[in-house]
């Protein structure tokens, strides 16, 4: 059974999977999917509709609005913030009636792709993706995807380097940006990545390169 803490407020149509710990004075609004052994930080607010995987890590003060999809083993940091409207108002035009708060037309989904890490006070904006294991820097504003094991800072967040599942760094762009096609090893825990025009993949296979720049795949 998941762990509620008393203080919480859970909604009506909220699934919570087994082995789940919400925090005090965390609200979930209503239909609302939340995976296996996961863990909500105190004050967090979790709006209708989101969908969260399994093993999830969310700390406190977190803001997930509607439209946002968390896939498995995503960390997100204390005060993180989404988004899911690019161009919000708060009333009509004519500034004599509030608009309405339900999705509509301008609410832009976000995806959180397995792995990835969002670091604390980051913000999030919408219509776009976080890809697989990608980490972003604390403090950073996403206003575009990211790509899978990439890192990203700043304000407009960039891509500065790629990182290994393990989380440690194993390239920096662009000031020593791999050439295309070139293999790396993480220095933690040894998998091995190639590198296409910044574009980053698990490598299935021990490459060598040899000195002409020419790869092949070894034994």
């Known amino acids: 059974m998941p762990k509620i803490h008393h203080t919480a407020i859970i909604e009506d149509n909220v699934t919570i999977g087994a082995g789940t710990s919400i925090w005090d004075n965390v609200h979930i609004r209503h239909d609302t999917e939340i995976g296996e052994e996961c863990i909500v930080g105190e004050k967090s607010y979790i709006a209708y509709g989101v969908k969260i995987g399994d093993r999830v890590k969310i700390n406190a003060m977190v803001y997930v609005c509607n439209a946002v999809t968390i896939e498995d083993g995503v960390m997100i940091s204390a005060g993180t913030i989404f988004t899911n409207d690019r161009f919000p108002r708060a009333t009509t035009p004519d500034l004599k009636e509030l608009r309405s708060s339900d999705p509509d037309e301008h609410t832009l989904p976000t995806l959180v792709r397995e792995g990835a890490t969002i670091g604390a006070a980051a913000t999030i904006g919408n219509d776009l993706t976080i890809g697989r294991f990608a980490m972003v820097g604390m403090g950073s504003v996403v206003t575009k995807s990211v790509p899978d094991f990439h890192l990203v800072i700043g304000t407009p967040a960039r891509s500065i380097g790629a ?52 790869v092949f795949a070894g034994a």
């Open 163 to 214: 990182v290994c599942r393990c989380g440690q760094l194993i390239a920096r762009f662009p000031d020593d940006s791999p050439a295309n096609c070139a293999y790396l090893n993480c220095p933690e825990c040894d998998r091995e990545y190639s590198v296409h025009n910044s574009e980053v993949s698990e490598s299935l296979l021990h490459v060598h390169t040899v000195t002409d720049g020419e």
